[in-house]
C-alpha cells in the first residue's frame, strides 16, 4: 500500500501561497491517479484537484479553479499542490491520496491556516 506524508502547510495572510507535497512510498505510485483533499473544521473532507497518471490532465473543483495547481513529479515519488490568492476559506487541513480514495487510509495532513 502507498504511504503517504503531507507537508508544506502553515500560517499564511490572505492573498498569499503556499505549497503543499505529498511524498508517496511504494513503487507503485506512478500508477495512480493523484489527488487532493481538504477538510475545514466541522466540515466534511472535499476534493480539491486531481492529476492524471501522465501528470497531463488535471482537474480541479469550481472554488480553487484558477488559483490552484496540482502536479507531481513521478522521480520523486511526489505530488505538489501549488496555491496562490489563497482565501480565508481555504483554511483546512490538506490531504493527498490516490483518485478515488480508498476507505481505509490517510495520511496525516498538514494544516493551512489562512488569516483574513
Known amino acids: 500500500q502507498v504511504q503517504l506524508v503531507e507537508s508544506g502547510g502553515g500560517l499564511v495572510q490572505a492573498g498569499g501561497s503556499l505549497r503543499l507535497s505529498c511524498a508517496a512510498s511504494?513503487?507503485?505510485?506512478?500508477?495512480?491517479?493523484m489527488g487532493w483533499f481538504r477538510q475545514a473544521p466541522g466540515k466534511e473532507r472535499e476534493f480539491v484537484a486531481h492529476i492524471s497518471v501522465s501528470g497531463g490532465s488535471t482537474y480541479y473543483t469550481d472554488s480553487v479553479k484558477g488559483r490552484f495547481t496540482i502536479s507531481r513529479d513521478s522521480d520523486k515519488n511526489t505530488v505538489y499542490l501549488q496555491m496562490n490568492s489563497l482565501k480565508h476559506e481555504d483554511t483546512a487541513v490538506y490531504y493527498c491520496n490516490r483518485f478515488p480514495p480508498p476507505s481505509d487510509y490517510w495520511g496525516q495532513g498538514t494544516q493551512v491556516t489562512v488569516s483574513s
Open positions: 511504494g513503487r507503485t505510485f506512478s500508477r495512480y491517479v
